[in-house]
């Protein structure tokens, strides 16, 4: 058991699939949540199925493509708790749309959600990271490999891990910052995926079988914890072998 008691950790997108999971993994670890997502009622619901962990909860309705959002988020966690110990970014989203039919409009709401806003929530906590803090965030293979109808994702994805990388070196030595890269993940996010490509997809993944949020949120979890004390600007790639490095 992976133990993180007397952490407090702040998880944007708590209420999505990898959130989730990371979510309920990190209270049975013994983590205090801040938990993070523009849909409240969702994590009012996560707050109360976690209430028998004994963690000290709190929700907050953030926007990340909006910096004061983020800002005020990562303030109210940082004064509840005293300090943030680690960041989880999993918020962001993923629509289909061709190079060609994509427009201009289409580009510029994803990368201000998953580009923008990783800057954001990045940029809002660094000022209440405790030492050997860290932060972690979501990528995807698509940033490595490439996603057909995904290439607006896949460009955002794949400029998250570098500025991942370029954090991890300022941010050193009191924080480390790390990248999980999940391959096909069965979540709400990837159900139009699965049901256009599913069988194919299976067929190349060596592991036969998709990944599931708890898969990602074991990845998320070490990262997070002392046994990951010296990795920082490092990707783990949870893809079931479909996309080796």
């Known amino acids: 058991m992976i133990s993180m008691a007397k952490k407090t950790v702040l998880i944007t997108g708590a209420a999505g699939g990898i959130g989730r999971a990371t979510a309920i993994r990190l209270a049975?670890?013994?983590?205090?949540?801040?938990?993070?997502?523009?849909?409240?009622?969702?994590?009012?619901?996560?707050?109360?199925?976690?209430?028998a962990s004994g963690a000290d909860i709190t929700c907050h309705r953030t926007d990340v493509s909006d910096s004061a959002s983020c800002a005020q988020t990562a303030?109210?966690?940082?004064?509840?708790?005293?300090?943030?110990?680690?960041?989880?970014?999993?918020?962001?989203?993923?629509?289909?749309?061709?190079?060609?039919d994509m427009?201009?409009?289409?580009?510029?709401?994803?990368?201000?959600?998953?580009?923008?806003?990783?800057?954001?929530?990045?940029?809002?906590?660094?000022?209440?990271?405790?030492?050997?803090?860290?932060?972690?965030?979501?990528?995807?293979?698509?940033?490595?490999?490439?996603?057909?109808?995904?290439?607006?994702?896949?460009?955002?994805?794949?400029?998250?891990?570098?500025?991942?990388?370029?954090?991890a070196l300022e941010l050193a030595p009191n924080t480390r910052v790390n990248i999980?890269?999940?391959?096909?993940?069965?979540?709400?996010?990837?159900?139009?995926?699965?049901?256009?490509?599913?069988?194919?997809?299976?067929?190349?993944?060596?592991?036969?079988r998709f990944g599931t949020a708890d898969d990602v949120a074991g990845a998320i979890v070490f990262l997070c914890s002392d046994l990951a004390g010296f990795i920082s600007g490092a990707t783990i790639h949870v893809n079931g072998g479909l996309y080796i490095v």
């Open 75 to 100: 303030q109210e966690a940082g004064r509840h708790f005293g300090k943030i110990d680690h960041l989880v970014h999993s918020a962001g989203i993923y629509p289909q749309a061709t190079v060609a």
């Open 28 to 51: 049975n670890s013994g983590a205090n949540l801040a938990l993070s997502d523009i849909d409240m009622q969702a994590l009012e619901k996560l707050r109360g199925e976690l209430a």
């Open 103 to 167: 427009t201009d409009a289409d580009w510029q709401q994803l990368m201000r959600i998953n580009l923008d806003g990783t800057f954001h929530i990045c940029r809002a906590v660094i000022p209440h990271l405790g030492p050997n803090s860290s932060i972690v965030n979501l990528a995807s293979m698509a940033g490595h490999r490439g996603s057909h109808s995904h290439a607006h994702y896949s460009a955002s994805k794949g400029a998250v891990s570098s500025f991942s990388k370029s954090l």
């Open 180 to 208: 999980v890269a999940p391959g096909i993940i069965e979540t709400a996010m990837t159900s139009d995926l699965l049901r256009q490509k599913g069988q194919a997809l299976l067929d190349s993944t060596p592991l036969k």
